[in-house]
């Protein structure tokens, strides 16, 4: 029902910025909370940040407070993670992802994009 395409990720160095790009779509994706993970290697992938549809609610990973801010664009479907003062332990592949409430979306989202790969030099 969601598709997620994510967009943005590249090289960076450390203290450097990215702003990551999902495009939304499907049948009944406006419904959704939307939200980005990531996962370095060999690591656990876990949650970064998360926004309701309206744009009203947004929860982040204690670790990001004050550098990322999460928005969205209803009008054209996409939501975005602007990441400030970038540090090389923040390099991995970055996943859109979507759920019904902030906690599905937290932990058990319904649809994930194909990620984007972040990498922070040092």
């Known amino acids: 029902q969601v598709e997620l395409v994510e967009s943005g990720g590249g090289l960076v160095q450390a203290g450097g910025s990215l702003r990551l790009s999902c495009a939304a779509s499907?049948?009944?994706?406006?419904?959704?909370?939307l939200g980005w993970f990531r996962q370095a290697p060999g690591k656990a992938r876990e949650f970064v940040a998360a926004?309701?549809?309206?744009?009203?609610?947004?929860y982040y990973t204690d670790s990001v407070k004050g550098r990322f801010t999460i928005s969205g664009d209803n009008a054209q479907n996409t939501v975005y993670l602007q990441m400030n003062s970038l540090k090389p332990e923040e390099t991995a592949v970055y996943y859109c992802a979507a759920a019904a409430t902030f906690g599905m979306v937290r932990a058990a989202p319904s649809y994930w994009g194909q990620g984007t790969q972040v990498t922070v030099s040092s």
């Open positions: 926004i309701n549809r309206s744009g009203s609610s947004t």
């Open positions: 499907g049948r009944t994706f406006s419904r959704y909370v």
